[in-house]
């Protein structure tokens, strides 16, 4: 089953194309990669599905809905949850406030001292029950600031976890992780979208071959390629346009 599907999708930035027709298609249940070198569109396509960006042609389906001029707050509550590729987090907020603002926000309540005592302990666990998945609760009472930027990512994570989304679209999650961190949080990624619906964008192949079901490459704002990561790698296409000539 199709989850998410763009047909014929374009956008330009003052008459600059950057994408032109294309047309993906996001299976529930797979983890599905974007990859491409520099200036290909990959974050400009991440944006215009995710409604940072409005398509200048083209449209954007989601579980069947068009949501082509969708705003994100609508399509998060439509069940499309994302991370950005700079950390968003509050940083002078603990993990534990972090997590709980996303749990709160699922849940459509303020969190407030005259909520039934059974509310708030429902929240506080589910919280709980994150901050364990993403190895940071030790750490719950820890100012997110003062946490490794490895950390503060995976409270991002852990954050579009607790809105409990049908998407998961992930926007470059390991950018600026140091090696170890990267591994940390393909381990992270892999747990936790077991099962769920994943759009990944990012650069480090590493990565990418260590979690996609499919991939899909993007060239000049076209889609190149799309398949498994045997036929990606394989392709001379693809190792023309961005991954070179070595082994990956």
């Known amino acids: 089953m199709v989850i998410l599907q763009t047909k014929n999708l374009c956008h330009d930035f003052s008459g600059m194309k ?26 400009t396509l991440f944006n215009v599905i995710t409604g940072t960006y409005h398509a200048k042609g083209g449209s954007v389906q989601f579980k069947g809905a ?23 987090i509050f940083l002078r907020q603990s993990a534990f406030q972090n997590i709980r603002l996303a749990v709160l926000s699922r849940r459509k309540i303020r969190y407030n001292l005259f909520k039934p005592i059974d509310s708030i302990n429902i929240i506080t ?13 030790d750490e719950r009472n820890v100012p997110a600031s003062t946490l490794s930027y490895g950390k503060q990512r995976s409270i991002e994570l ?10 998961l679209m992930f926007d470059e999650p390991t950018a600026g992780m140091s090696k170890e961190e990267t ?16 759009v990944i964008v990012e650069h480090d192949m590493e990565v990418v071959f260590s979690l996609a079901d499919r991939i ?11 398949g ?16 070179g000539d070595s082994e990956v």
């Open 18 to 43: 950057v994408l032109s027709q294309v047309n993906l298609e996001i299976l529930q249940g797979e983890r599905h990669a974007v990859i491409g070198p520099n200036g290909a569109g990959k974050t």
């Open 66 to 88: 068009d949501v082509t001029r969708t705003e994100p707050y609508q399509l998060s509550r439509m069940g499309m949850g994302r991370s950005f590729q700079i950390t968003s």
């Open 125 to 137: 666990n589910e919280t709980e029950q994150i901050l364990r998945q993403i190895n940071l609760y």
């Open 158 to 167: 852990g954050m579009a976890i607790a809105t409990q989304p049908d998407l």
């Open 183 to 198: 591994h940390n949080a393909v381990r992270l990624i892999r747990r936790l979208t077991e099962g769920k619906t994943m």
């Open 216 to 226: 899909t490459v993007l060239h000049h704002g076209e889609i190149l390629l799309t």
């Open 228 to 243: 498994k990561p045997e036929e990606i790698k394989n392709d001379r296409r693809v190792r023309s346009a961005y991954l």
